[in-house]
């Protein structure tokens, strides 16, 4: 099988993102008394959304959605303002996404991030062009809801056999899979090898280049 496209995870996978994010999430936590929290507690903490972001930092407020959306507002407030003062492409992403786009291959973002973030940060801060960025909206479920990965399909014309899916968490192993898609994981990201093998990885990349054979080797078989 030959593959066309590429869809990616965004925190995490292409942007190192978990200082702003985590600067953001202790401005709110700190404006209402909350505990704080450190960088790699916030690693185990993103991933599935922003509601579910402030549920695991404040899980006795589970059952209070309104104070939870609350505490979400804020959070995009506070994270409007810090979002470009650390983010970053993780080292050999641009020369990666080049690479892949002169190969022409079909590239994709879907996060769980909120869509106007996902679609501002792809923009500014990566090299390429993508023929698709989805972040959350409301009317589409979250990962591992396979929903959005099949309209991104739908988008690049590919069929699930066609394309990997790239991320850093057990949520995106599991979306590629309920998908249909290839799923591949990567170690610099906010989780630990044994997460993404648990949950289904079929490969794992210790850096970026490493995506190149696992694409283009099977082009050429």
């Known amino acids: 099988m030959n593959y066309q496209g590429v869809i990616f995870d965004l925190d995490g996978t292409l942007l190192d993102t978990i200082e702003d994010i985590t600067v953001a999430l202790n401005t709110v936590m700190s404006q209402h008394g909350f505990r704080q929290f450190s960088i790699e507690e916030a690693k185990k903490m993103v991933g599935d959304g922003m509601r579910e972001l402030m549920v695991r930092a404040k899980p006795e407020l589970a059952g209070q959605m309104e104070l939870i959306d609350a505490l979400v507002n804020e959070f995009r407030q506070e994270y409007a303002k810090v979002w470009r003062e650390h983010s970053r492409p993780y080292p050999g992403i641009p020369e990666l996404l080049t690479e892949l786009n002169k190969k022409g291959l079909k590239l994709a973002v879907l996060s769980n991030k909120a869509h106007p973030f996902t679609e501002i940060m792809v923009k500014e ?97």
């Open 125 to 221: 801060l990566l090299p390429v062009p993508f023929q698709a960025v989805r972040g959350a909206r409301p009317e589409v479920p979250l990962k591992p809801d396979p929903a959005a990965a099949r309209l991104i399909l739908k988008d690049l014309n590919l069929t699930p056999a066609e394309a990997l899916y790239v991320g850093d968490t057990a949520v995106d192993m599991k979306t590629a899979l309920e998908a249909g898609l290839t799923p591949v994981g990567v170690l610099w990201g906010f989780r630990e090898a044994r997460e993404l093998l648990d949950s289904g990885a079929r490969a794992l990349l210790l850096k970026p280049a490493d995506l190149l054979p696992l694409v283009f080797d099977e082009k050429r078989s």
